[in-house]
């Protein structure tokens, strides 16, 4: 997935439209970085066990981070880093 595809998921998010940037993760299932907002969403949603699953196929872990609106924020830190 390119990352001006996450970055619009990420920035759905933060915007709060959960189901536009659940529409865009869910389009690939195997890359790291989109699972890893996929595992996010589902923090905010309140679905542990599938937040756990997402993160499951990530470098991340559910219990990382507290806040799930600054772990979106470090996602984009990631995601400006990673294109430069």
Do not use: F
């Not at 890359?31 to 470098?59: F, Q």
């Amino acid at each position: 997935m390119n990352r001006e595809e996450l970055n619009r998921a990420v920035e759905a998010a933060l915007a709060g439209d959960w189901h536009q940037a659940h529409t865009i993760v869910q389009q690939d299932e195997h890359d790291p970085m989109a699972c890893w907002i996929h595992a996010v969403l589902h923090k905010i949603e309140g679905d542990t066990w599938n937040s756990r699953y997402w993160y499951a196929r990530t470098d991340h872990h559910y219990e990382e981070r507290d806040d799930p609106l600054a772990e979106l924020r470090a996602i984009l830190d990631q995601l400006a880093r990673n294109t430069e």
